[in-house]
C-alpha cells in the first residue's frame, strides 16, 4: 500500500455457494477479510501489526485485519495518484461487486458478505445491514458471473480514461469503467471481448487480472479457455 505496509486478501474459505459458517463476519479468523501486516520491521521470518490497524488489542478479534466482509476478493488495487482502494469481489449466487476504500480510510469497513451479496440481502427478503459499506458498482450473473478487479487508469495515451477503474468479468470478457463524478459512481461498458451474446458464450478474452507498466499503461491478463 501508499503507507509501505503489506495488504493481503483472503477469501472466507468455503467451497460451497451457501459458504457455511459465516467466516467473513467471524473477526476471530482472517477469512473473508483484509489484512495489513508490516513485513519490514524485525525478525525477517515473521510480521508484526501495524499500530494504526483498527482493531489492535481488541479481544477476540485478529489484530491483522483491516476491512471485513468479503466472499473472494479477486483482485484489488490502489490508485497510484490517490491512494484509494478498490476490490473485486466475487458473488455467490446472484450479483458481482466492485468495493471501495478512501485513501483517508483508518480501516475497519465492513462489505457486508454473507449477510448481503452486494446490495442485497443473502438468502432472506430481509436483513440487518447498518453499519455495512455498500459495493460501489454491482451487476447480475444475467450480465457476467466471476468479477475480475481492476486498475485506475492513469496512462496518458486515452486521456478520457484519466481517473477510471477499469474492471472485467472472466465469462464474459467484458470491460467496464467507473468514475465518481460529483458524489456518483457513473459506470459503462468500454468494450466486450466475447463471441456471441449473453453471460456465458465463450468469450476471446478470460479476464483474470489487470496490470499496469511504469508510465500506467494498463494490461490484460488472460486466461485461456478450453
Not at 483472503?10 to 513485513?39: E, F, W
Request: hydrophobic fraction near 30%.
Amino acid at each position: 500500500g501508499p503507507d509501505g505496509y503489506l495488504y493481503a486478501s483472503l477469501g472466507d474459505g468455503s467451497h460451497s455457494d451457501s459458504d457455511p459458517g459465516n467466516p467473513a463476519q467471524d473477526m476471530s479468523t482472517i477469512l473473508g477479510k483484509m489484512l495489513r501486516i508490516d513485513v519490514e520491521g524485525g525478525n525477517p521470518l515473521t510480521y508484526t501489526i501495524p499500530p494504526g490497524n483498527p482493531f489492535v488489542n481488541t479481544p477476540g478479534v485478529r489484530s491483522e485485519i483491516w476491512s471485513s466482509g468479503f466472499r473472494n476478493p479477486w483482485r484489488f488495487s490502489f490508485d497510484r495518484l490517490t491512494g484509494d482502494l478498490y476490490v473485486g469481489d466475487v458473488g455467490s449466487q446472484s450479483y458481482e461487486e466492485v468495493d471501495f476504500q478512501p485513501a483517508s480510510s483508518q480501516g475497519g469497513e465492513n462489505y457486508g458478505w454473507k449477510t448481503a451479496e452486494a446490495n442485497h440481502c443473502f438468502g432472506a427478503t430481509s436483513c440487518e445491514t447498518t453499519g455495512f459499506t455498500p459495493p460501489i458498482v454491482e451487476y447480475t450473473h444475467s450480465v457476467g458471473c466471476s468479477v475480475t478487479g481492476g486498475v485506475v487508469y492513469r496512462g496518458q495515451a486515452i486521456p478520457a480514461l484519466q481517473g477510471t477503474y477499469l474492471f472485467g468479468d472472466l465469462c464474459t470478457g467484458y470491460i467496464w469503467g467507473t468514475k465518481r463524478v460529483g458524489g456518483t459512481w457513473q459506470t459503462s461498458l468500454l468494450g466486450t471481448t466475447e463471441f456471441g451474446t449473453g453471460a456465458y458464450h465463450t468469450p476471446a478474452l478470460g479476464i483474470v487480472s489487470f496490470g499496469e507498466d511504469d508510465t500506467g499503461n494498463v494490461y490484460l491478463l488472460d486466461y485461456a479457455h478450453e
